[in-house]
Every structure is written in structure tokens, then in C-alpha cells.
């Protein structure tokens, strides 16, 4: 087979190295000289660090000679970034986190959002400020509310986990030592049901209420939490209202005057109700110019990735396990009305009467082949509202006349519940 390029780097200090690999193909990394980071996370000097397809930014504080081993689609240095704006914001937060452990009964750590339309850099900079915080000994709870782009779990859910160490640039924060808090809304966008958003969000803040009534040290880390790029209309209500249920004391802004000037205005002499009540900042952030815009295509692509990750390991090294059973041994749930009727098709005058936090069942049908199914802790219909899930099957078959179906888990061995989840996820392996 052809043999794999080489290349050397030499970086000056606070430049980076750009580099774009395709989907499927790995390129590798090695700091010859010097000191260098990916979005936060210091590479070790002499390790080959792999990179999976994505687009990757390497930098330097002090200057660097890498040697880049693959054939990457795109690779250039560059020596504008707004490295030093995020850093001193992180100084800023970091007093915050000292003030707090000093003082718990007055003060508390930072929670911060990072919001911005599409293609800013907002999944990114929170990578960056979760490891800086580690890296300075700090525990920050990282929370992603990105249903399209999550980099917790699977597309379509919203969570949050403690990280506890640098996120590993090729497993992302699937490297946490501390399992994550994981709720399934079944769409890859709030929209077609946006009450069950704000619903799994509440529960999800309250959970994180209750981990800083009972952990100090992570009360003073404080949070980071991601946020999704609809940001108009409808999508930023939404926002809003994840914002306040958060109780968000930080709102960082990338990419966006207008953005940045409406949340201003409506934040204006707001105060989160802390320990102590606190102001709420919105901050305005420069974009990176290394940031790239990413098409439909390769936002798909990316879901589908990461769906294929959960199941095969970020490496594609794991085998998941197959299992055929009778309808009659799960109990398969849908919350909502599934995609609603545009209110053009109804008659004047009347509202879908559906409520969007119903739970009920959902008969066997073809319809649930390749569909990705959320496995639930919960097993009365409120709970299965209401609880985190514990993982995910996608279904292979689905045999009407035998009254069977086929699905894949990540493990082997009896599901931890037979209560599944459908949305309108759907993976079809390639
Ligand atoms: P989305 O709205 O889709 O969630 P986002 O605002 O979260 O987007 P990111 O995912 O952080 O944006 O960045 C978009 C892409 O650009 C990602 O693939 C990311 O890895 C890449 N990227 C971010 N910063 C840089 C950089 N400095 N150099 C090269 N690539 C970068
Ligand atoms: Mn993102």
C-alpha cells in the first residue's frame, strides 16, 4: 500500500496548526519540540496523538516543531487566533472559582454558556475553558444542549459530565472517567417538539442543583455548558429559557453582535439566584478564523459518526452485540406526538390538542427499523419522562410475520431495562 506521508511543522509562539481530516481516516500528530495544546489539552512531547476525521486546531503558547504523519485534506499555520481573549476570559472565571471555594456559604463558581449562531466555535471554546479548568486542578461540570452536534453522547440527547481530566482530542469527552447524565428527546433539532427540550433541560439543572448542594468543590468549578446554534425566533426563546433554568451567571457570546446586543438588552439588571444573588455578564467573544463552515452534509455525516462511535468505540475497535427478540419483551415509548401537523393542514381556529410531554406506547411497525432507541431507567410513564437514559440500541430487522426484531447494543447480555424510547433518529450502517 502506499506509504504514509510526513511532515514538519515549526510553530512561533501563539500560532497553530490548522488541519482538516476526511471522515474515516485518522492522521497523527507528534510534538517534537516545545509545548503545544488541542482546543485546551496539552499534548505530551514524543507521543503520537491520532486525530479522527474532523477539523483539528494544534497551538502554541511557547512555539513548537510538530511532525504530522497522514495525508490530511487541509493543513496550514496560522498565526492569528483569539487564544489570548479566551485565555484571560478563563483568568476572570478562575478568580471566580477561588472566591467561591474560599468562601461556599457567599459565593459560587461560574456557569457559563456559550452561545453563537452555527459554525462559531461555541463546542470548541468549551472544550478550551473545560481544560483549562483542569488543568488548574478544577473539576467543571461540562453540559451540552446541542441535539444536532452533542459531544457527550449520541445526537438527539442533552447532557452533562463532570471532567475530571483533559478531554482526549480523539475520544472527546467520551474519555470521562464519570459516567454523564444523558437524556433522549429523539430529534436531532428541538423544534418539532420544544417543550420536551425545556422539560429534559429542567430536569437536567435540577440534577446539577442537587450536585452542587452536596459537592463544594464542584459548586466552586462550576459549569460549562454548550449550547445550540438556533439562535432566532422561536430558537432563542428557547434559549433563553435554558439559560434561566440553568441559572447561567455568564453568557459568552461568539460571533454575533446582534446576538450579543439582544441578550444584553434582556439580561439587563437580571441576577441569578445563587448562594448570593449574582449579576448575569454577557460577554462578546471574537470568532476564530479557523473555524469552519460545515454543510448539511457533513453535519449529517458528523451525526452519523457519532451514532457509529457509541456503538464500535471511538477507535471502531469494539464489537457490539445483536439480539433478536420477541416484540412482546420490550415495551417500546414515544413522548410527544412524534412530528407535528402544521397548523396550515388543520381547520381553522383549532390547536394540535397532543401534549408534547405525553408518554405512550408505540405499536410494532417497520417504521422502527434503523431507528436508534433510547434504553430508559425509568419504568412508569413519568419516569420514563423524566429519568436520564442508560444507553442506546439501533434496531437491524424487523420481522412483522414472526412478530421479532433485531437490534444492536454496545454490550452484550440483558438490557438494562426493557423500556425503550423512539424518536426519529435513524443510523443505517455503512
Ligand atoms: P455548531 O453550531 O455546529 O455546534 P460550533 O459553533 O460549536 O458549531 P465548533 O464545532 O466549535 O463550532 O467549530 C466548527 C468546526 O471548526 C469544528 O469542526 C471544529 O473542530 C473546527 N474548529 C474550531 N476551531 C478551530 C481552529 N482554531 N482551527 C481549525 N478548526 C477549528
Ligand atoms: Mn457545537
Known sequence: MSHEEETHHELQKEEELRVEVAHGRFVHVTLTDGTAEIFGAEIARGAAV???????????????????????????????????????????????????RADPTTFDGPRVALVGPTDVGKSS????????????????????LDLGQNGIATPATVGAVPVDRPIDPSEGFASAR????????????????????????????????????????????????????????????LLLRALDALKITDVLVVGQERLHAELRRDFRGKTVSG?????????????????????????????????KAYFYGPEGDLAPSSTT?????????????????????????????????????VAPSMGLL?????????????????????????????????????????AGGALPSRNLILGTLKWIET
Not at 431507528?371 to 419522562?385: C, D, F, K, N, Y
Request: aromatic share 8%.
Open 275 to 307: 448562594t448570593k444573588p449574582t449579576p448575569i455578564e454577557v460577554w462578546k467573544l471574537p470568532k476564530s478564523g479557523g473555524v469552519v463552515e460545515r454543510s448539511p452534509a457533513f453535519r449529517r455525516a458528523t451525526r452519523d459518526a457519532a451514532v
Open 325 to 361: 427478540v420477541d416484540f412482546g419483551k420490550v415495551s417500546v415509548f414515544k413522548i410527544g406526538s412524534g412530528p407535528r401537523a402544521p397548523s396550515s393542514a388543520l381547520p381553522i381556529g383549532q390547536k394540535t390538542s397532543a401534549d408534547p410531554l405525553r408518554v405512550s406506547t
Open 178 to 237: 464519570d459516567l454523564p447524565l444523558v437524556y433522549f428527546h429523539g430529534d436531532s433539532s428541538p423544534g418539532n417538539n420544544p417543550d420536551l427540550y425545556g422539560h429534559l433541560i429542567d430536569n437536567l439543572a435540577m440534577m446539577i442543583d442537587k450536585r452542587d448542594a452536596t459537592n463544594a468543590e464542584a459548586k466552586a468549578s462550576g459549569s460549562v455548558v454548550n449550547t445550540m446554534g438556533w439562535v432566532d425566533g422561536a430558537g432563542y426563546k
Open 125 to 144: 471554546l468549551s472544550k478550551i475553558l473545560c481544560n483549562y479548568a483542569v488543568r488548574k486542578g478544577w473539576h467543571p461540570l461540562f453540559v451540552d
Open 370 to 410: 434503523n431507528a436508534v432507541l433510547a434504553v430508559s431507567h425509568g419504568t412508569t410513564q413519568t419516569e420514563i419522562l423524566n429519568q436520564n437514559v442508560a444507553g442506546f440500541v439501533y434496531v437491524t430487522e424487523v420481522d412483522m410475520a414472526s412478530g421479532r426484531f433485531t437490534y444492536t447494543a454496545p
Open 50 to 100: 491520532k486525530l479522527p476525521g474532523g477539523k483539528h486546531a494544534i497551538f502554541t503558547w511557547s512555539g513548537a516543531s510538530l511532525t504530522l504523519r497522514g495525508t490530511p485534506e487541509h493543513c496550514y499555520a496560522a498565526s492569528e487566533t483569539p487564544m489570548v481573549t479566551y485565555a484571560n476570559v478563563e483568568g476572570v472565571l478562575e478568580k471566580r472559582r477561588e472566591k467561591a
